[in-house]
């Protein structure tokens, strides 16, 4: 039987395996082996590399060489490389927090570190570098931990391209007897923020051209750990959520651009504290050209990486790739309408480990570093610095198997388009109930975060199923710009009877195709008159339990699901978030303790407290999604 019929004829056994659950034990044990036998390919494998004991601290860039070698850099200052013998060599030591590398040859990397842009050459080719050369350091520093400078790519014209993130100094107020490189200005910007831009062009993105002449290019970046250059040399970041960044995302930066953060608009030439309002900052706001919605799509991506394997990779080809700290890596598509850059994301890799989706090791928490190896496998680097994450060292290869996935989402006149990596069974495809919009957006403010307002379910009106039933064209009832579609197909099929590996995207309308746009993008200003958010919410989720419930799902995805993760099985790290499924003292707990611990937090863990940010029927809802998934006694 070919590989194709076998997949086909079992192609549902998943479903099976989840409908047979707890009815009939044995049943689900022998489906469960066949389905491991059978699944003889998975998609996509991943491995961990194992890298020399004397490297601690995790991983903190990674890169080849145009001959193949492998560069890594630890977070504690340490570069090593492995050649294609596999021999792991020192190349050199004593860096601040090496956050990216360009590797040009064998014998020259050039270091993004925290107070400098490096270059280390191993001049007589012994596999050690011997001489280093300041390439630019033209930016303050103070001794705060957070002020990182992110990196590097080079374009074509030797120019770098890096990023300087903001200092963290929580609520306290800032110590201004300290060392510090550069003019320092302490003053806030508007409100008072847990990060802030104190010395010169911390929240910029900058360049940096071959004679070191430091270029800042635009700002309003609050911690842009993933710098890269697409394949036809725009630059992009990602940023992560937090004080005036209501999610993280893929962000499209050109020169004059303000992203978000204000704390770094104290160093634009001619800066004017008078002129600046929260309303006139919102007014040239650029929000992501990739919006990745806060817990659904993670809790803080890194570098991004472009597919140009051509085909190596899999279906995706040409498409973005980066890792996120939640034990997820995301996948990300854009395209150019209307002039500007917006576009997809999806879960690629740690939401659906089922075994005809993926084999060998699981993927780990802790990711921010990646890099397409040139046998097209793409590589993942984890550091446990940062909180629950882990150490390690990953390589995803493509088995030459395609599942069944969403490939693209991308905006029509009247809708959106998804494609699909495989025909769909067109019956299915063609039902306007098989797809679940729903459109929101966030609030602009100097606060941590923001919950998703405006929230609508968008009726899809009409389908048009291509005829190579791998894509289908839908109406939406309507379409507005600044805003972020989510796109749920859980029914969806192949004619095989298999599901999405990933059924769920996002997709970011910045723009329509006729050009239409709103002031700051995805965002709006809080009326005067929303005090108490959610209203609306509110009086749904008090209807019934089972209403409860469900908005306690939406509210588990959005904050919880990054660090709980879609199973309740949580990090399996010390430290990590706390499993309720196989650690039944959690849920043992009563109402009244747990709903405390959410409000709270728990001080010394990675617990967070939420009672800022959810009101205390959300909490009450979350916990009653919680003991309603995850109990002993939860059907599942
Ligand atoms: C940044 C990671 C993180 C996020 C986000 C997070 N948690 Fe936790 N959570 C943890 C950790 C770590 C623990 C374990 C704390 C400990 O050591 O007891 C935990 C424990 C818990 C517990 C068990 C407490 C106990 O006393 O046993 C509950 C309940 C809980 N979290 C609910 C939530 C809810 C609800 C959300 C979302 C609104 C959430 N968590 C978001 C990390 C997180």
Same mark, same amino acid.
């Given at each position: ?23 009939? @034990?044995?049943?689900? +044990? ?9 699944? !003889? ?10 890298? @020399? ?10 890169? /080849?060489?145009?001959?193949? $070698?492998?560069? =890594? ?5 340490? =570069? ?93 107020? %800032?110590?201004?007897?300290? %060392? ?17 831009? #104190?010395? $010169? ?46 999610? $993280? ?28 309002? &929260? ?8 929000? @992501? ?11 803080? %991506? ?18 973005? /790739? ?26 690629? !890799?740690?939401?659906?480990? $089922? ?34 994450? #882990? ?19 991308? =905006? ?50 009409? &389908? ?14 309507? +379409?507005?710009?600044?805003? =972020? ?5 859980? &029914? ?15 997709? &970011? ?23 108490? +958010?959610?209203?609306? #919410? ?55 303790? +747990? ?42």
């Amino acid at each position: 039987m070919s590989w194709n019929r076998i997949k086909r004829s079992t192609g549902n056994l998943p479903v099976l395996l989840r409908k047979s659950a707890g009815r009939l @034990p044995a049943l689900r +044990l022998l489906v469960a082996a066949l389905a491991t036998t059978l699944y !003889l390919h998975a998609g996509y494998k991943i491995e961990n590399i194992p890298y @020399p004991a004397e490297l601690r601290g995790g991983i903190a860039s990674i890169a /080849f060489t145009p001959s193949g $070698t492998l560069v =890594i850099a630890s977070r504690y200052g340490e =570069i090593w490389t492995r050649r294609s013998d596999g021999r792991w060599q020192l190349f050199m030591r004593g860096l601040d927090e090496p956050m990216g590398l360009v590797a040009e040859s064998d014998r020259v990397i050039y270091i993004a570190h925290r107070p400098e842009l490096l270059r280390a050459t191993d001049r007589d080719g012994d596999g050690r570098a011997e001489t280093f050369d300041v390439i630019s350091g033209a930016w303050g520093q103070t001794i705060n931990y957070h002020e990182f400078f992110f990196g590097l790519r080079r374009d074509q014209e030797g120019n770098f391209y890096g990023a300087l993130s903001l200092e963290s100094q929580g609520e306290k107020s %800032p110590a201004t007897n300290l %060392p510090t490189r550069g003019p320092r200005d302490v003053t806030d910007i508007l409100e008072p923020s847990g990060q802030r831009s #104190e010395t $010169t062009w911390r929240g910029w993105a900058v360049r940096i051209t071959p004679d070191g002449k430091l270029d800042p290019l635009a700002n309003g970046f609050r911690q842009p750990n993933g710098v890269a250059l697409s394949p036809e040399g725009e630059f992009f970041v990602t940023d992560n959520q937090g004080d005036y960044k209501p999610s $993280t995302g893929l962000l499209h930066v050109e020169r004059g651009d303000f992203h978000g953060h204000a704390s770094s608009v104290k160093w634009e030439p001619g800066f004017d504290p008078k002129q600046v309002t &929260t309303e006139a900052l919102w007014r040239r706001l650029k929000t @992501p050209a990739v919006v990745f919605p806060h817990g659904p799509m993670g809790i803080s %991506p890194g570098e991004p990486v472009w597919d140009v394997s051509g085909g190596r990779f899999g279906p995706f080809a040409g498409q973005v /790739f980066t890792g996120d700290y939640s034990k997820l890596a995301i996948r990300a598509t854009l395209e150019r309408v209307a002039g500007g850059w917006q576009g997809a994301c999806f879960a690629f !890799l740690g939401r659906n480990e $089922t075994p005809g989706y993926v084999s060998g090791d699981k993927l780990k928490a802790g990711i921010t570093r990646a890099a397409f190896s040139p046998d097209g496998s793409l590589y993942f680097a984890a550091s446990a610095g940062w909180g629950a994450g #882990e150490d390690g060292l990953q390589r995803v290869s493509w088995d030459g198997h395609t599942s069944p996935d969403l490939r693209d989402i991308k =905006i029509t006149e009247r809708g959106l388009t998804l494609s699909f990596t495989q025909p769909m069974d067109p019956a299915t495809l063609a039902k306007p109930e098989a797809y679940e919009v729903t459109r929101f957006r966030y609030y602009y403010h100097y606060k941590y975060g923001s919950p998703w307002i405006d929230e609508e379910r968008v009726p899809v009106t009409a &389908t048009r199923v291509a005829v190579d039933q791998s894509s289908a064209e839908l109406t939406l009832a309507e +379409l507005k710009p600044g805003f =972020i579609y989510e796109v749920s197909v859980p &029914t969806l099929r192949t004619t095989g009877g298999e599901g999405l590996a990933n059924p769920l995207g996002y997709y &970011t309308a910045n723009r329509l195709l006729n050009g239409e746009r709103t002031v700051g993008g995805t965002t709006r200003l809080a009326r005067p008159d929303e005090k108490s +958010l959610g209203a609306k #919410e509110v009086t749904a989720a008090q209807s019934s339990p089972a209403a409860l419930v469900a908005a306690g799902e939406k509210i588990y995805r959005m904050y919880c699901v990054g660090c709980h993760q879609p199973d309740g099985r949580g990090m399996p790290v010390p430290g990590g978030a706390a499993n309720f499924v196989d650690d039944q003292t959690r849920l043992a707990k009563p109402d009244t303790e +747990l709903l405390n611990v959410i409000e709270k937090g728990k001080e010394g863990t990675g617990m967070l407290p939420f009672g800022a940010i959810l009101s205390p029927l959300q909490r009450k809802s979350v916990l009653a999604y919680i003991r309603a998934s995850f109990s002993p006694s939860a059907k599942n």
